[in-house]
C-alpha cells in the first residue's frame, strides 16, 4: 500500500495570475515487524507514473438554456480506456470551463519500506478564470486533481479543492511609482507585494482595490415617502472587503413619517445573460446573508452594523452570469398621529396600542464587494490522502 497525500503551498485562496503550488508526496509505509524477515523485493512497491493537472467545472440549473448538455463530454475526458487513461473529470457533472495541462510528476517511481518522495506541482492559474462559486443558478468550482496508477491496476485520483476569487470592476490599471498605497498597514504582518511568483499586473490590482476600499466617501440618503420624509441614512462607504462590516447610521429627527421598524439585509443578486436565459422574462435569483432588525418606534437615531462573510463571492461578470450585490432595506411605516405616545390620565404607565396601520417600504441599495487579501496560516495548512 502507498499513501499519496497534498498539501498546498500559501493556503487554498488564489486570485487569477498567482503560481499555484501543491506538495505531493507518496509514501510506502514501513513494513511490520512479523514481515521483515521478507526480501527487500518482495516489499517494493512500484508506481507506473503520476501527474497532477487544474480545471475548473461550471454547473448549471434547468433554469438557465444551455446549447449542449451540461456533462463531461468524451472529448473532454478522454477516447481511450477508462482502466488506462487519466480523466481527472470522469464522474463530474457539468462543464469545463478551463483546464491547465497535464504535467508529468514522475514515471517508474520505487519505493522501499518507510521511504517517500515529494513533488512540487506548480501552475500559474488564467487572467481569464472565473471565481469560484457556489450560488443558486450556477457553480463554479476548482479542483487539482493528481492521478497515479500501478501497472496493470486502475487509476486513483486525489482531488484537492482551491478557491478562486477575482477582482472585478476595477478601472483600467496603470501603475506608478509614485502612486501612495491607501489601506491600513499592519507592521507585525508580512508584505503580501513580496510574494514571489506573482505578476506586476496583479500587485497593482491588488493594491489599487485596497485603495478603493480603504476610501471612506460617506453618501447620504432621504429616505422620504408620499406623505414625507421617514429617515435619513448614511453610508461611510461604497466599496467594501470581504470580512469587513458595513457601517451606516438612521436619522429619525424631523421625520414627518414614524418608522416603527427597519430590517437591512446583505443579498446577492445572480443575472443571467441574456442569450443563456431560458424564458424570456425570467426572474433573477437572490441569495439572502447577514440581516440587522432594528425597533426604532420613538428612536431617535440608530446604527446599521453588517458584517460580510468571509466565504461569499465578491462581484464577478462571466459569458453566463453576473453577481452583484446590494442591501436590501424594508421600512415599516405608521400614518398614526402624534397620540400614539400619549399616556392616559391618572396612570403614570404607558400602554402601546393593540393594533397600528402600517404600511412597507422597500429600497435596494447597489454596493461594491472585493476580495480580501489573507494571509495563510502555515500550522493550519490541510492535508489531503488516498491510499493505494
Known amino acids: 500500500m502507498i499513501e499519496v497525500s497534498a498539501k498546498l503551498v500559501g493556503g487554498p485562496i488564489y486570485l487569477p495570475g498567482e503560481s499555484i503550488g501543491c506538495c505531493i508526496t507518496f509514501t510506502n509505509p514501513p513494513v511490520?515487524?512479523?514481515t521483515r524477515s521478507r526480501s527487500n523485493k518482495d516489499v517494493l512497491e512500484t508506481l507506473a507514473w503520476a501527474s497532477a493537472q487544474i480545471h475548473c467545472l461550471r454547473s448549471t440549473s434547468d433554469k438557465i438554456n444551455i446549447s449542449t448538455p451540461e456533462a463531461v463530454v468524451p472529448e473532454e475526458v478522454c477516447i481511450s480506456s477508462s482502466e488506462t487513461s487519466f480523466a481527472p473529470c470522469r464522474g463530474d457533472r457539468g462543464k469545463i470551463v478551463l483546464s491547465t495541462k497535464p504535467k508529468i510528476l514522475f514515471c517508474d517511481l520505487r519505493l522501499s519500506p518507510g521511504e517517500s518522495r515529494t513533488y512540487l506541482y506548480t501552475e500559474v492559474l488564467p487572467n481569464?478564470?472565473?471565481?469560484?462559486?457556489?450560488?443558486?443558478l450556477v457553480k463554479y468550482s476548482y479542483k487539482i486533481t493528481v492521478g497515479t496508477q500501478r501497472v496493470n491496476c486502475p487509476i486513483k485520483q486525489l482531488r484537492v479543492p482551491l478557491r478562486v476569487l477575482v477582482i472585478s470592476g476595477t478601472p483600467e490599471i496603470v501603475t506608478s511609482e509614485e502612486s501612495v498605497d491607501l489601506s491600513p498597514s499592519?507592521?507585525?504582518?508580512?508584505?503580501?507585494?513580496?510574494?514571489?511568483?506573482?505578476?506586476?499586473?496583479?500587485?497593482?490590482?491588488?493594491?489599487?482595490?485596497?485603495?478603493?476600499?480603504?476610501?471612506?466617501?460617506?453618501?447620504?440618503?432621504?429616505?422620504?415617502?408620499?406623505?414625507?420624509?421617514?429617515?435619513?441614512f448614511c453610508l461611510f462607504k461604497q466599496a467594501y472587503k470581504l470580512g469587513e462590516d458595513i457601517v451606516g447610521t438612521f436619522d429619525f429627527v424631523g421625520a414627518a413619517v414614524r418608522c416603527v421598524q427597519l430590517t437591512v439585509t446583505l443579498q446577492c443578486e445572480e443575472v443571467i445573460a441574456d442569450a443563456?436565459?431560458?424564458?424570456?422574462?425570467?426572474?433573477?435569483?437572490?441569495?439572502?446573508?447577514?440581516?440587522?432588525?432594528?425597533?426604532?418606534?420613538?428612536?431617535?437615531?440608530?446604527?446599521?452594523?453588517?458584517?460580510?462573510?468571509?466565504?461569499?463571492?465578491?462581484?464577478?461578470?462571466?459569458?453566463?452570469?453576473?453577481?452583484?450585490?446590494?442591501?436590501?432595506?424594508?421600512?415599516?411605516?405608521?400614518?398614526?398621529?402624534?397620540?400614539?405616545?400619549?399616556?392616559?390620565?391618572?396612570?403614570?404607565?404607558?400602554?402601546?396600542?393593540?393594533?397600528?396601520?402600517?404600511?412597507?417600504?422597500?429600497?435596494?441599495?447597489?454596493?461594491?464587494?472585493?476580495?480580501?487579501?489573507?494571509?495563510?496560516?502555515?500550522?493550519?495548512?490541510?492535508?489531503?490522502?488516498?491510499?493505494?
Open 32 to 34: 511490520p515487524s512479523d
Open 186 to 232: 499592519n507592521p507585525f504582518l508580512e508584505d503580501s507585494s513580496e510574494k514571489s511568483g506573482s505578476a506586476p499586473q496583479q500587485h497593482a490590482a491588488i493594491e489599487l482595490m485596497q485603495n478603493i476600499t480603504a476610501r471612506r466617501s460617506p453618501n447620504v440618503y432621504n429616505i422620504t415617502h408620499t406623505n414625507g420624509k421617514v429617515a435619513r
Open 276 to 388: 443563456f436565459r431560458a424564458k424570456a422574462k425570467q426572474d433573477r435569483a437572490v441569495i439572502s446573508y447577514s440581516n440587522c432588525h432594528e425597533v426604532c418606534l420613538s428612536v431617535r437615531q440608530c446604527v446599521l452594523n453588517l458584517p460580510i462573510p468571509l466565504h461569499v463571492t465578491p462581484a464577478f461578470d462571466t459569458d453566463v452570469v453576473s453577481l452583484r450585490w446590494r442591501l436590501h432595506f424594508e421600512f415599516v411605516t405608521t400614518d398614526s398621529d402624534s397620540d400614539l405616545f400619549s399616556v392616559e390620565k391618572d396612570s403614570t404607565t404607558w400602554q402601546g396600542p393593540q393594533s397600528l396601520s402600517i404600511e412597507t417600504m422597500i429600497w435596494d441599495l447597489p454596493i461594491q464587494i472585493y476580495p480580501t487579501v489573507l494571509t495563510p496560516d502555515p500550522h493550519s495548512q490541510v492535508k489531503y490522502s488516498i491510499d493505494i
Open 128 to 136: 481569464q478564470s472565473p471565481p469560484s462559486y457556489r450560488g443558486q
